[in-house]
């Protein structure tokens, strides 16, 4: 759906340490989205983009930034990983305002 | 913010029955989707339904937006529909963003 890759598809990392997770479409969609899923808490947002360097802030986004410098990619770090941000990140993209959203297979996290 | 409640939480069927999930939500919305996580964890978009009925093979949704709540119907199950079910809605003045309820897990055997 939507050409969604994300990379990479499993990363284990240390606490403190930097980390950016991609987010790669090939469908020109203006909206993207950051997402975490933890066990008993569904899906939430950590970040969106409405366009091109347009980014605003989800339900959970402290120590998460975020950066998307063209259409195509929308970047997620983690400026200095702790274990509370071991989780599965979902990237999702839209077409436009109140359309369909499709997801990307998702990238596996552990912080020890 | 809005609030999205599903139910039941769990679902255990035999292959054959028929099912309906239900999603409950607490404002207006402008946008809402089901989708469908597999147990390899892929997300799937089964529906865009802020309001009315659309149906797709076994599956089916319709959506009151007056009464506040959408309804996923799965007919004639098979294993292959075990998964999580989301339901996700957006309210006017969130900028296109979804809340996603925690979902149904329904469980098919053979």
């Known amino acids: 759906d939507a050409g969604i890759t994300q990379s990479p598809r499993h990363k284990v990392t240390e606490t403190g340490t930097p980390v950016t997770l991609r987010c790669h479409q090939t469908?020109?969609?203006?909206?993207m989205y950051w997402y975490r899923q933890d066990p008993g808490h569904g899906l939430r947002l950590i970040h969106y983009s409405y366009g091109v360097k347009d980014t605003d802030k989800g339900e959970v986004s402290d120590g998460y930034s975020v950066s998307r410098s063209k259409t195509e990619d929308f970047l997620l770090t983690l400026e200095s990983a702790t274990s509370s941000q071991t989780s599965v990140y979902f990237c999702?993209?839209?077409?436009?305002?109140?359309?369909?959203?499709?997801f990307g297979p998702g990238t596996r996290l552990l912080v020890l | 913010g809005i609030q999205v409640e599903q139910s039941p939480p769990d679902l255990i069927l035999q292959e054959g029955a028929n099912s309906t999930l239900r999603c409950n939500f607490s404002?207006?919305?402008?946008?809402l989707q089901w989708f469908h996580q597999n147990p390899w964890g892929q997300l799937i978009n089964l529906f865009y339904?802020?309001?009315g009925t659309k149906q797709n093979g076994r599956l089916s949704a319709t959506t009151v937006a007056t009464e506040r709540y959408s309804l996923l119907y799965i007919s004639s199950s098979q294993t292959t529909d075990s998964g999580v079910y989301f339901c996700a809605v957006e309210s006017g003045g969130s900028n296109y963003k979804l809340t996603f309820g925690k979902g149904t897990l329904l469980t098919v055997n053979p």
């Open positions: 999702a993209t839209q077409l436009g305002g109140q359309e369909t959203q499709y």
């Open positions: 404002d207006s919305v402008n946008n």
């Open positions: 469908e020109n969609h203006r909206y």
């Open positions: 339904i802020p309001s």
